[in-house]
């Protein structure tokens, strides 16, 4: 059963990615993109508020999901912003970083301490990022310099960031309550800090986004749907697992995203690409199983 879970995980969270992307590439902005995906989540999750009892989730569950669903949606701005600017098949295997970064703050704050192989492991998907390195660099020292100075993949960067350190008040939210009340008010907290959002930084982008939108509403019915489906998994795969693992297991799909990027969106270096993916995954399983 855990297995469909992650996979059905990896799907959703892909395919999100799919269409986030290819609302950026019709001229939508970023910030009203995640703004829309919150409502459609929104709605979605208010008919589920009456599927569980409000008055046994405690003060730690409250405290946790609101710092969880901030981070969160921060991170997810990021996310659509890196995916205005970036390859889908630079952007997926960078998530594999999200597992260094996490395993370093349930360290810290969980007493989560894998063994010798997991550091391994971590050290593979660090050195599996080289292969991503543009290809017209004329001295593989400046590989690295390329990469951070690409505006996409800083964007991802703090989007991992942000989604790291949400892992850690997510997990203590998903165990106080349960999975699906999780989930639910993750949506409902992210859509009003996602208006707040929008509000501050692109009030005057509001009404031409909102005209163009009309023309995309069963994509963004579809991102929606895909997010919520992707959130209320990573709760169940997050309840039964330690978070560095947990994370190990999503990056499997990052060759997925450099496939799709392919296919999808005509992107370039697909073999270059892939291998970098291979040694990643490689990596992510050496977590996985140590």
Same mark, same amino acid.
């Given at each position: ?7 059905? %995980? ?7 990615? *799919? @269409?986030?992307?290819? $609302?950026? $590439? ?25 599927? @569980? +009892? ?12 609101? @710092? ?11 996310? *659509? ?7 889908? +098949?630079?952007?997926?295997? $960078? ?47 400046? %590989? ?11 964007? %991802? ?79 169940? *795969? ?33 073999? %270059? ?7 990643? *995954? ?9």
């Amino acid at each position: 059963m855990e297995i469909i879970v992650v996979i059905g %995980r990896l799907l959703f969270s892909s395919f999100a990615n *799919v @269409f986030q992307k290819k $609302l950026t $590439l019709h001229g939508l902005h970023p910030f009203f993109i995640v703004m829309a995906s919150y409502l459609v989540l929104s709605v979605i999750c208010v008919p589920l508020l009456w599927t @569980f +009892s409000l008055a046994g989730l405690s003060q730690t569950f409250w405290l946790n999901i609101f @710092f969880a669903a901030l981070l969160d949606m921060a991170g997810t701005l990021f996310l *659509v912003m890196s995916l205005s600017k970036t390859d889908l +098949s630079i952007f997926g295997p $960078l998530n594999a970083y999200k597992v260094v970064i996490s395993m370093l703050l349930a360290m810290l704050f969980l007493g989560e301490v894998p063994n010798t192989q997991g550091f391994i492991g971590i050290a593979i998907i660090v050195l599996g990022s080289y292969f991503l390195f543009p290809t017209n660099a004329q001295f593989s020292t400046n %590989r690295l310099l390329n990469l951070l100075s690409d505006r996409g993949v800083q964007y %991802r960067f703090l989007s991992i960031l942000l989604f790291s350190i949400g892992t850690l008040p997510l997990k203590n939210a998903v165990v106080a309550g349960d999975a699906i009340s999780t989930t639910v008010f993750w949506c409902l907290i992210g859509f009003p800090l996602a208006v707040i959002a929008h509000t501050l930084f692109l009030k005057d982008n509001f009404t031409k986004d909102f005209e163009q939108s009309k023309n995309y509403i069963y994509p963004f019915l579809y991102l929606g749907i895909l997010i919520f489906l992707m959130q209320y998994m990573t709760m169940l *795969v997050f309840s039964k697992l330690l978070i560095a693992y947990s994370l190990a297991l999503f990056q499997l799909g990052m060759v997925l995203q450099v496939f799709l990027g392919y296919r999808i969106f005509n992107e370039k270096h697909f073999i %270059r690409r892939l291998a970098a993916c291979l040694v990643m *995954v490689a990596g992510s399983l050496l977590v996985l199983k140590a």
